[in-house]
């Protein structure tokens, strides 16, 4: 059972362009949500996160939406970048015991084009 | 960067042999984590610290076992190494807030 997911393996965009990623998720108790980017034989770096009393946390280029009622999320990278390129994983945490352990998606490949 | 060093960085290993796999962080986070990333999986939790000596399992736990004797060590052990094992192993470390941070891995395979 995925209980987050992110349904599209890859995304191409233009450099410059706005990169929008996107993740759902299904468990009501999820309180906190994050985003890692990772490059290939490192790991995952941590990006930015939002907390479900929020529907918006803006860092720089990089913005995260939360929609509760919908259970989606979606990362935002204005302007895209070529060293963008990497995998992202969105996570999340809550519903209990357990020193916040995050459930991660499967991952979107974005690369970014010159 | 949050201090954390994974050893060894790469391991190749016959299938039933043991196996560790070493976590070390500096600057003495109570939680750490070790998750396995396989491709069509992203990274799922196989055990967690809370504390020396207090650990948990995660989502995929069989077949591993963890130890934490010491704030700055988290052990991944493999009793009898099987090739559905073969991943890449990342530990982390949970900072001030929610947000985990995480070593630079373990690619492990299990021939």
């Known amino acids: 059972d995925q209980q987050v997911k992110q349904n599209s393996p890859s995304l191409s965009v233009q450099e410059g362009r706005i990169s929008i990623l996107n993740c759902d998720y299904t468990?009501?108790?999820?309180?906190?949500f994050l985003w890692y980017k990772k490059y290939p034989a490192e790991g995952p770096t941590f990006l930015i996160s939002i907390s479900s009393i929020k529907d918006k946390n803006e860092d720089g280029r990089f913005t995260v939406f939360l929609n509760k009622s919908a259970k989606h999320l979606s990362l935002h990278i204005v302007p895209s970048q070529p060293g963008d390129s990497a995998v992202y994983f969105c996570a999340a945490s809550g519903g209990g015991r357990g020193g916040n352990k995050l459930t991660f998606g499967t991952g979107t490949q974005l690369k970014v084009e010159l | 960067d949050a201090g954390i060093t994974q050893s060894p960085r790469h391991k190749v290993t016959e299938t039933g042999t043991p196996v560790t796999l070493r976590c070390h962080q500096t600057e003495n986070h109570r939680y750490m984590y070790w998750y396995r990333q396989d491709p069509g999986h992203g990274l799922r939790l196989i055990h967690y610290?809370?504390?020396?000596?207090?650990?948990d399992k995660g989502e995929v736990s069989d077949g591993y076992s963890v130890s934490r004797s010491k704030t700055e060590d988290f052990l991944l052990t493999l009793e009898s190494a099987t090739s559905s094992q073969t991943s890449v192993y990342f530990c982390?470390?949970?900072?001030?807030?929610?947000?985990?941070?995480f070593g630079p891995g373990t690619r492990l395979t299990v021939l």
């Open positions: 610290s809370y504390g020396v000596k207090d650990t």
């Open positions: 982390a470390i949970r900072g001030t807030s929610n947000e985990q941070f």
């Open positions: 468990n009501s108790m999820f309180d906190y």
